[in-house]
């Protein structure tokens, strides 16, 4: 299966939209997107996609008051801390936005999830800790390091992982 794993749009919902559209062209099967969504207009974006799309909230998602609401509505699956996304032989990615490294750092010392995604450094991540690959698609918004605006691109199949700039 792949999925594009999408983080730290603030809002933009320009970039957010080409890089939906790019993860689409590009085979994806699901989005995911770790927190700091923004705007409704991007929560809207997520749910016009055609295909399936979560969204777990970020730090900066508590200034958006109706963000569970806005998704609902959109039919975005949400989830205030974490999402467990279906992925091949009955096994999920969980995807968090980081900011609480305690049920960050307990999710991947757990092992119970083969992929967990997060957020919230705006810094890109492709790391094995044990028998869990730890996925930071970089951000949509204010990327840190020497990378411009990103996401990633996970197939589980292959169990690669394509960090993708968005122009």
Not at 62 to 68: A, D, E, Q, S
Not at 138 to 167: C, I, N, Q
């Amino acid at each position: 299966m792949i999925l594009a794993i999408v983080s730290d749009s603030h809002g933009h919902a320009d970039r957010l939209e080409r890089a939906i559209n790019d993860a689409i062209n590009l085979g994806a099967r699901t989005i995911v997107h770790c927190g700091d969504v923004g705007s409704a207009q991007c929560i809207r974006l997520l749910g016009d996609a055609p295909i399936p799309a979560y969204l777990v909230a970020g730090n900066m998602d508590r200034f958006h008051w109706h963000l569970g609401d806005d998704a609902h509505h959109s039919a975005v699956n949400y989830s205030p801390k974490t999402a467990e996304v279906p992925i091949d032989d009955g096994q999920y990615l969980v995807a968090t936005h980081g900011h609480d490294e305690r049920l960050l750092d307990t999710l991947i010392a757990g092992g119970q999830f083969p992929y967990v995604a997060h957020g919230h450094t705006h810094t890109q991540r492709n790391e094995r800790i044990g028998n869990v690959r730890v996925i930071n698609p970089g951000a949509l918004h204010h990327p840190r390091g020497h990378h411009g605006y990103s996401f990633a691109m996970l197939d589980t199949e292959t169990d690669k992982v394509t960090f993708v700039d968005v122009t």
